[in-house]
């Protein structure tokens, strides 16, 4: 008897919309990625617990072109992963370009093809083959549409076949053949508390379609699990016949409504089949695991920069230009040149990663950057002190250009500054001596006052009274041994920023150049 248990989220952090495939005993699984470079995140996992990142899918400019206009949230929506007769295709939309379209390979982790886009509307596009080898894609609406994939050309339809139960944005359908009948699972509700997972069945792809008597077949909705927003779901068959569901989630955390910083998450749970139905129960943050079981060593939580390339996870909004960043220029470092002077607007530099867990520590090292490291258009070297001092650098944490918190090394001073909304305010600045320097950004619940405590919040002077007693998370600030500032970590969260993202935590230049030795990301909770 299989006693082991897994816990979820699954794939922390902003890692939304999430679609699954099988290859033999692999297990293959992407996410959107919004308007974040690289796209499409790439996981692989031997037993749909333990999952790897192995890189994304759209990790080149003619795959993915995120122009300084394409706002916050925008840009590649609900990707589909599926393994067909030895290729792997991935289906997606770039919002606010040109709309759906597919890529290949051979390998999942790549190279994959430029896109093949295809003259259909809506957004969440799923693939899948009939035994005629027809392949049908599905999409928002919910719509359905026989397609040649190689030519992204429309062969009939498209039909709509199903609109759900009657909840808004009947979305992210998802087409398969179960036991000779099609099923149609899809999403509405929207992707917010009201989410839920609903469930139809035809003879054809064309319908008509019988939905589910138990409809919806999951939600969370008007529960005080910790676990909300349920929904935007694909399953898969496991090696062993058995049946599993991946799908979105948050973790809200703070007083009402509450608070999600860490964005929409990824799930697994148990899926059974009655009466020719899937059968899902709540999902839990512990569940009985699967039979298969393939733990991974833990990766480092230090990035020293001693590779040729990025790591997978490391991201940035929309674009990542060459120049504006090297691993060569200085071995063993990043080095990053300024592309925009302020963090406010897009076409700065800045290299990410997401957030993932509540309670967290990262700290990087900055160096001043070393002579003659000046970006391309900028004074020649020799016309201020070489490799003296970094131009103006440091980490960021962010939900968007109007939502940030930045801890910012300029001139010999370290400051914090807060962007919330129209708002942007230093509320901390001290001297710093000159020559490297530790920068912490430090993110932590266990200090926050429960709902029933009303007033000021004990704490170091840097504190504003009460600010921590309702909100999710409080984030500290430090450059060396010195805190500089604490600030209430409910400004950085979806019910405030708005969006589909959540937090990402990176390494930023806007002016002249600066490096960094190292970056260390640690789970403290």
């Known amino acids: 008897m299989n006693t082991r248990t897994y816990d979820n989220p699954v794939v922390a952090g902003f890692h939304p919309d999430p679609s699954v495939c099988r290859a033999g005993d692999d297990y293959y ?15 692989h996992s031997r037993d749909l617990v333990h999952w790897r990142q192995i890189g994304n899918v759209l990790d080149r400019p003619s795959q993915l072109h995120l122009p300084p206009d394409i706002p916050a949230s925008g840009g590649i929506y609900a990707p589909t992963i599926r393994h067909h007769a030895g290729t792997f295709y991935l289906i997606t939309t770039n919002v606010g370009g040109r709309g759906n379209f597919i890529v290949t390979a051979e390998r999942p982790e790549g190279p994959w093809s430029d896109p093949v886009w295809i003259d259909l509307p809506g957004i969440d596009p799923d693939l899948t083959w009939d035994e005629d080898g027809s392949c049908w894609c599905a999409f928002s609406g919910t719509q359905v549409a026989r397609i040649d994939p190689a030519a992204g050309q429309v062969l009939e339809g498209p039909y709509q076949v199903w609109s759900g139960t009657g909840g808004k944005y009947p979305e992210a359908p998802h087409l398969f053949q179960v036991d000779g009948r099609w099923y149609l699972l899809m999403s509405e509700g929207g992707t917010e508390r009201g989410h839920a997972v609903s469930i139809a069945r035809a003879r054809s792809p064309r319908g008509p379609f019988e939905p589910g008597p138990a409809n919806p077949i999951l939600t969370h909705r008007g529960t005080d699990r910790p676990i909300q927003s349920t929904g935007h779901a694909d399953l898969v068959q496991a090696a062993d016949g058995s049946w599993w569901m991946v799908l979105l989630g948050t973790r809200p955390r703070g007083y009402t409504p509450e608070f999600q910083v860490l964005g929409r998450e990824t799930f697994l749970t148990p899926v059974r089949w009655e009466d020719g139905w899937p059968v899902v129960g709540p999902v839990e943050e512990r569940h009985p695991a699967p039979a298969a079981w393939h733990p991974l060593a833990p990766e480092p939580s230090r990035d020293d920069f001693d590779g040729d390339a990025l790591a997978p996870y490391w991201i940035s909004p929309r674009d990542r230009p060459d120049g504006s960043w090297s691993l060569t220029e200085r071995p063993g470092r990043l080095t990053l040149h300024a592309t925009g002077p302020t963090l406010d607007r897009p076409g700065h530099t800045f290299v990410g990663r997401r957030q993932q867990h509540h309670d967290c520590r990262v700290t990087a090292r900055l160096e001043p950057a070393p002579p003659g490291s000046e970006p391309p258009g900028s004074e020649p070297p020799g016309s201020e002190p070489p490799g003296s001092e970094p131009g ?43 020559g490297p320097l530790t920068l912490t950004i430090d993110v932590r619940t266990r200090d926050i006052l429960p709902p029933s405590v009303i007033g000021p919040v004990a704490g170091p002077p840097t504190q504003p009274t009460g600010v921590a007693a309702r909100g999710p998370d409080t984030i500290s600030f430090s450059a060396g041994d010195t805190l500089l500032a604490e600030l209430d970590g409910r400004y950085l969260s979806t019910e405030v920023a708005t969006g589909f993202t959540g937090r990402v935590i990176g390494m930023y230049a806007t002016e002249g150049s600066a490096c960094f030795d190292w970056f260390d990301y640690q789970a403290t909770g």
């Open 392 to 434: 103006t650098a440091g980490l960021s944490i962010r939900m968007d250009e109007a939502h940030h918190y930045d801890l910012e090394v300029s001139g010999g001073r370290a400051r914090v500054i807060a962007r919330i909304g129209p708002l942007r305010q230093c509320v901390a600045d001290r001297p710093v001596p000159p």
């Open 29 to 43: 699984l992407v996410c959107s990625s919004f308007e974040y470079f690289p796209g499409v995140p790439i996981f």
